[in-house]
């Protein structure tokens, strides 16, 4: 079955560490995605790829950084610079460049201490 | 900064009832929108899409959109207590190439 796998589902740190995210999909998608969201707020965009070797800032990327070495994969390292990255990660992708419904991962839970 | 607004609930209907979830957005040039259900603790799910001013049904569903008011619509007939969740709507950012701009999220609760 074609979909994006995130791993790992929970995943716990203690603060001042580096923690890497994984997000892969077999959908063949061009574009991924990272979301953060936080309790009663909405998803915020972290980073976001349209093709291999090439992203953009999303709106809070301060802290973050990716990679898109392969079409398939999209991970993300939560560093130590990002001053609160307790949150639920989502990754997602979508077929082309132009605006065109995301497919979600099953998201990563963050907790650092 | 382009915004896109819910109440965010809850809003609670009786099951069977006609939930209606509604959702305005701030960058005029928008073009496509969404609705996504989201059950607690799980990712966002895709629900309808529209991309024309009117209507668009699929089953139980029905998105509405009025580009002139900025204002798109989700209408639940039949509501179950399985359509309990939050529900996204989402729009896209005419500023930039495949980016969407995603509201707080409305709580539904379908009461028995």
């Known amino acids: 079955d074609g979909g994006i796998t995130q791993s790992p589902k929970y995943l716990f740190r203690k603060e001042g560490q580096n923690v890497t995210l994984s997000c892969e999909q077999n959908?063949?998608?061009?574009?991924m995605y990272w979301y953060r969201q936080d309790p009663g707020q909405g998803l915020r965009l972290i980073y976001y790829?349209?093709?291999?070797?090439?992203?953009q800032k999303g709106d809070i990327a301060e802290g973050y950084s990716v990679s898109r070495e392969k079409k398939e994969s999209f991970p993300l390292t939560v560093t130590s610079a990002q001053k609160n990255p307790t949150a639920f990660y989502l990754c997602?992708?979508?077929?082309?460049?132009?605006?065109?419904?995301?497919?979600f991962g099953n998201g990563t839970r963050l907790t650092v201490t | 900064q382009k915004e896109v607004e819910q109440n965010s609930g809850p809003l609670s209907v009786p099951e069977g009832a006609i939930a209606s979830l509604n959702c305005t957005y701030s960058?005029?040039?928008?073009?496509?929108f969404f609705w996504y259900r989201q059950y607690s603790g799980k990712s966002p799910e895709l629900i309808m899409f529209i991309y024309s001013n009117g209507d668009k049904e699929d089953g139980r569903f029905t998105a509405q959109l009025n580009k002139a008011s900025q204002y798109v619509s989700l209408l639940i007939r039949d509501s179950q207590p399985s359509d309990s969740a939050t529900y996204l709507c989402a729009v896209n950012d005419s500023g930039a190439t495949n980016k969407l701009i995603f509201g707080t999220g409305t709580l539904l609760a379908v009461q028995p």
């Open positions: 790829s349209q093709i291999v070797n090439d992203f």
């Open positions: 997602a992708s979508s077929p082309d460049r132009t605006a065109s419904p995301l497919h």
């Open positions: 959908l063949n998608h061009d574009a």
């Open positions: 960058d005029r040039g928008s073009q496509s």
